[in-house]
Nanobody
Framework: QVQLVESGGGLVQAGGSLRLSCAAS????????MGWFRQVPWKEREFVAT????????WYADSVRGRFTISRENAKNTAYLQMNSLKPEDTAVYYC??????????????????WGQGTQVTVSS
């Protein structure tokens, strides 16, 4: 059992910043690969960023690379997504995800085993 709870979403103006948090409980957090995804109406859930168990390796979607930063603090059982230079097209429900064990891919919805409930991010122009 793994429980993930996102927080930190809200309404910001274009060009602003927001930091999302994902608090984990249950199975050992420090051994998990973590990911952030987002979803808007009429579209499939979209990969945003991923980070390995130690935080030594990260990967980002082209649409957010250079603006977003994924990080984690294993001692706090928490993952983060720092979002800077926000654009209206970043508006979505953002989901935290976790998986255990080796997999060759970490950028698809099917690559993760556990999901949070999502937090709404709205960027106004």
């Amino acid at each position: 059992q793994v429980q993930l709870v996102e927080s930190g979403g809200g309404l910001v103006q274009a060009g602003g910043s927001l930091r999302l948090s994902c608090a984990a409980s249950g199975r050992t957090f420090s051994s998990a690969t973590m990911g952030w995804f987002r979803q808007v109406p009429w579209k499939e859930r979209e990969f945003v960023a991923t980070i390995n168990w130690s935080g030594s390796s990260t990967w980002y979607a082209d649409s957010v690379r250079g603006r977003f930063t994924i990080s984690r603090e294993n001692a706090k059982n928490t993952a983060y997504l720092q979002m800077n230079s926000l654009k209206p097209e970043d508006t979505a429900v953002y989901y935290c995800a976790a998986r255990y064990g080796y997999r060759p891919s970490s950028r698809g919805v099917g690559d993760y085993d556990y999901w949070g409930q999502g937090t709404q991010v709205t960027v106004s122009s």
